[in-house]
């Protein structure tokens, strides 16, 4: 049996020095960053992971066009090079006129990936559903009726049962918390806009108050994460963090619209 040869590619890493472009999209926010080491044949994508998701395909379309200049035999730097001279690969966001710039490593490259920006926080804040008075009233009235009671989570038992299956325990959430977490996804505060799985695990901040961006950054970590990792959720719940985000939000809303919600 013969195999089809394995088509070169470029190394995904280098300790060296890096040279690279930078990638936009239509309102002018970073996207990511095409990067290359003549030194270590490496080159790749590096995304900004306070972006959308079309970093991420636009990472895609960059691992194929960088695949397509390894295999006719170009070193990383004449592959931006080259790059630099033409649309972005698959048309997704724009390529920053000018050659190549440099940075000492690539750490420090992936040191401009985690700054966010004003634009990242407008992107998120238009995603909320200001028109829809009725999923805010919901949030605040659900919010309101949250008792402490309701954010104590209990769990499913688990273990080995009688008949010799293994019961693995689960969340078991209330109505009252179901409820909020519900209106939260109705006022468009669970987006995916936000590359949750990409950044760090919202917290309470010790002012305890939370910016509005940052809100639905919590929000959209904390019900999504849940289909992921069991007790989310609950965790969210205990700490302190669903409180932040439904109180952020719904100051936010009265903030834009001067409608004022059911206290909480």
């Known amino acids: 049996m013969s195999y089809a040869p394995r088509t070169p590619r470029y190394r995904s890493t280098t300790d060296g020095p890096v040279r690279y472009l930078t990638v936009v999209d239509d309102e002018g926010e970073v996207m990511g960053y095409p990067w290359g080491a003549d030194a270590d044949d490496a080159a790749g994508w590096l995304l900004r992971p306070a972006g959308d998701a079309a970093g991420d395909r636009a990472g895609l379309a960059w691992a194929s066009w960088f695949e397509g200049a390894r295999a006719r035999g170009l070193a990383p730097a004449a592959a931006l090079a080259e790059a630099a001279g033409g649309p972005a690969p698959g048309d997704i966001g724009r390529i920053v006129p000018g050659l190549p710039v440099g940075a000492p490593s690539l750490e420090a490259l992936k040191g401009l990936t985690r700054a966010v920006t004003a634009g990242d926080d407008r992107r998120l804040l238009a995603r909320l559903d200001r028109e829809n008075t009725d999923a805010w009233r919901e949030l605040a009235a659900a919010h309101g009726a949250l008792t402490g009671e309701d954010r104590e989570v209990r769990w499913s038992g688990s273990g080995r049962q009688p008949d010799g299956t293994l019961r693995i325990g689960h969340p078991v959430h209330g109505t009252p918390l179901l409820r909020l977490v519900r209106a939260l996804s109705e006022v468009g505060a669970v987006t995916p806009a936000y590359l949750w799985m990409r950044n760090p695990p919202p917290t309470v901040p010790a002012t ?44 936010w809303y009265e903030a834009v619209t001067g409608s004022p919600q059911a206290p909480s």
């Open 208 to 251: 305890g108050r939370l910016a509005p961006a940052d809100a639905v950054r919590a929000a959209t970590a904390v019900v999504r994460g849940e289909r992921f990792a069991d007790g989310t959720i609950a965790q969210a719940a205990a700490s302190g963090l669903l409180d932040a985000v439904a109180e952020s939000l719904c100051a």
